[in-house]
């Protein structure tokens, strides 16, 4: 079992930088890929990004290439997703997920956290 937390989401404006933090409870953290994920109203969970449970391997979708970078420290049992040159269209709550073998997809991950607001303005 592994419980997530989320935090570091706020109001920021275009072009700006944020930096989300999960932090999970449990030994096994290292034991887990880890993934971020986003929602806004009326849409489906979409895939950001996700790195594997060393830290060796990340996929960042096509849409934050370039922009986001998901991190994370085994130590700290905390995974990071920096983001900068935030767009409006960014504006989402966002979720981090572990799940044993990762992937771009929801149905790949086992836990999930409550989620933190990110909201851009123009």
């Known amino acids: 079992q592994v419980q997530l937390v989320e935090s570091g989401g706020g109001l920021v404006q275009a072009g700006g930088s944020l930096r989300l933090s999960c932090a999970a409870s449990?030994?096994?953290?290292?034991?887990?890929?880890m993934a971020w994920f986003r929602r806004t109203p009326g849409k489906e969970r979409e895939f950001v990004a996700t790195?594997?449970?060393?830290?060796?391997?990340?996929i960042h979708a096509d849409s934050v290439k370039g922009r986001f970078t998901i991190s994370r420290d085994n130590a700290k049992n905390t995974v990071y997703l920096q983001m900068n040159s935030l767009k409006p269209e960014d504006t989402a709550v966002y979720y981090c997920?572990?799940?044993?073998?990762?992937?771009?997809?929801?149905?790949?991950?086992?836990?999930w956290g409550q989620g933190t607001q990110v909201t851009v303005s123009s």
């Open positions: 449990g030994r096994t953290f290292s034991r887990y890929d």
């Open positions: 997920a572990a799940g044993p073998t990762g992937g771009t997809t929801v149905n790949s991950y086992l836990y």
């Open positions: 790195i594997t449970s060393g830290g060796t391997g990340t």
